[in-house]
């Protein structure tokens, strides 16, 4: 079983999830009512710190809950503990191993602030730190690169959020998630004829905006990890302050942007991108006949709202990295130099 | 007046804001200290994102207070209002125009939490927008790339930092910044001679941890404006997370390491680097004679206290980034398709 077969996995993990799981997010979910949660703090690291922005935007947008990341070298270089009061905080890990992470969680739990570890590992060092384990029964993942753990993080802060608001419609449209991301995984031989296409692809920005900034990070990771390109990326408001300076004929340019208000502008600045300075640009979209969004375009299936599409849209991503990947002699399955699990301090 | 004349004057404006920016300074930190704040929100982009990062390290590990980065789309795009109790929120933007900046602190000042804005514009939207406003006094800085407006907004938060302790020792360690960004500014000739060496750069990582982290951030900022490299930074954790899958033999490995016990363990991942992969390493440091870091080192003045570091680590980069830039032809003074004033929402 490989990467491949993991990426195919993900409507299964995502469904499992949503019925083993479910008890426990609801937990959890009562556990945040019942304290005086004022705002929420995230421990993460790799693909797990992408998820830790998605809570961000979901709990800020939908709950109003200010969240932060936390930054654990304070914990684990400085020895200082952070004072968490009227605080949540949540620990994200695939292995639950990394000690980063486990710490701060452990000196949360000390000050008695509710702890949640989002994990896909059992009796882990993070779920042994939390008063809840959402476990993510994605099953084991051995490929180095995270995908189906990926999503199912992403699909269980969602549910915990509906849950939270105890908002029975936001649950239906998680439910929905698993035959979306089976019709995403459509894409595929789109995605490898772009990749294709695009063998000498070596350096890259990846733009995504509110919700959809948490894809753009992974996928720029995706075609690090994967396929040796060296992509930054980059909100589309931050990608201004700067970064444009990097920009010339040809220059590939990827870019997450579904249907919404919020993506409006980004659109936008992608057409400008291109007939400006005529980048390479590929995108992943809902929009169908966008001329500002180019040809090399990614289809996803329409009709998610915009805050659950993070699940659906790094499908595409997913499959693109791969088969650039594969295109380029790497291969997808052991990463150069990484392992699956890494345990920083 | 250009960049390199600007990079050169930031020991004055420091200096400046030490005595004409205290009195502003102090009002802002016993607002801090009156109201019940129990964790702080930091809105910024570009550049001053990088003060605001400074910020969650000096504030978390100076007073253990929780610091997080707002994320402005949720207000801009998804018109919500994070719910701020007992937060102080604070704005930075050397122009104080960017208008997502703006409207968080318009929306904290409306919820009635202590709003404080750091900004080189008096009179500008964000300084209208805040109870208290701590203007850098840096002068008008006219190269697109920021440098004296980012260390004055470093040494801003390091006086508030100092005086809501109202800690005399850490006040005369921030007094003592002038005369050792001075001292950094001598390192220019090997800035000059590191750069010229390597004039086919496009690529690189930037590396640094804990309170460096915000140099590394910047430095890669400073590569891509002026230099066109497409620079990714990392903090050491992190990087061990996937991005490691990029490295090769001579691959660029940027880096800033001074002394300190939060320092050694990417001593350590920088000796394996080198020694495993060949990278192409090029260091800001003040160990002498540290054999891990290899030969090509900007040398920084020692004896400066961590957390005050990062206003001093970072003029190195700055002078190899200008003289990069120069060697590749480009314009320093003005970077290809970037504006000074950039009004994102």
């Not at 486990?102 to 059992?122: D, F, K």
């Not at 063998?199 to 990846?206: F, Y």
């Not at 990326?233 to 990608?239: I, K, L, N, T, V």
Request: charged residues 20%; proline residues 5%.
């Amino acid at each position: 079983v490989g990467l491949r077969e993991e990426i195919g996995e993900q409507p299964a993990a995502i469904r499992r999830l949503l019925v083993e799981g479910r008890e426990a997010i609801a937990r959890a979910a009562a556990a945040i009512r019942a304290a005086d949660v004022e705002s929420v703090l995230v421990a993460a690291r790799g693909t797990s710190d992408h998820a830790a922005i998605y809570a961000q935007y979901v709990l800020g947008a939908r709950h109003r809950l200010p969240v932060g990341l936390a930054t654990p070298s304070l914990v684990t270089l400085y020895g200082v503990e952070p004072a968490f009061r009227h605080m949540a905080v949540i620990g994200i890990s695939q292995s639950g191993a990394s000690p980063d992470v486990v710490a701060v969680l452990g000196a949360a739990h000390r000050q008695r602030v509710p702890t949640i570890a989002i994990t896909n590992t059992r009796g882990s060092p993070l779920a042994e730190s939390a008063d809840h384990v959402i476990e993510l029964h994605a099953g084991e993942e051995r490929a180095v690169a995270a995908t189906k753990t990926y999503t199912t993080e992403l699909v269980a802060i969602a549910l915990l959020s509906a849950l939270l608001a105890d908002d029975q419609e936001a649950a239906s449209d998680v439910e929905a998630l698993p035959a979306v991301v089976e019709a995403a995984l459509e894409v595929e031989s789109t995605a490898r004829q772009l990749a294709t296409e695009r063998a000498g692809l070596d350096r890259c920005v990846v733009l995504g905006r509110g919700f959809e900034y948490a894809t753009a990070r992974e996928w720029a990771l995706k075609m690090k990890e994967l396929a040796r390109v060296i992509a930054d990326p980059y909100s589309a408001a931050d990608f201004q302050h700067g970064p444009l300076a990097l920009l010339e004929a040809g220059f590939p340019v990827l870019a997450v942007v579904p249907s919404g208000n919020a993506q409006d502008g980004l659109v936008e600045l992608l057409g400008r991108l291109s007939a400006e300075f005529g980048v390479d640009l590929v995108t992943v979209t809902d929009r169908v006949g966008e001329s500002r969004l180019g040809a090399a375009t990614m289809q996803i299936p329409g009709g998610t709202p915009d805050w659950l599409t993070p699940v659906v849209s790094i499908v595409p991503c997913q499959l693109f990295a791969y088969h650039l990947a594969r295109r380029k002699g790497e291969d997808p399955d052991a990463p150069r130099h990484i392992r699956k699990v890494t345990l920083t301090r």
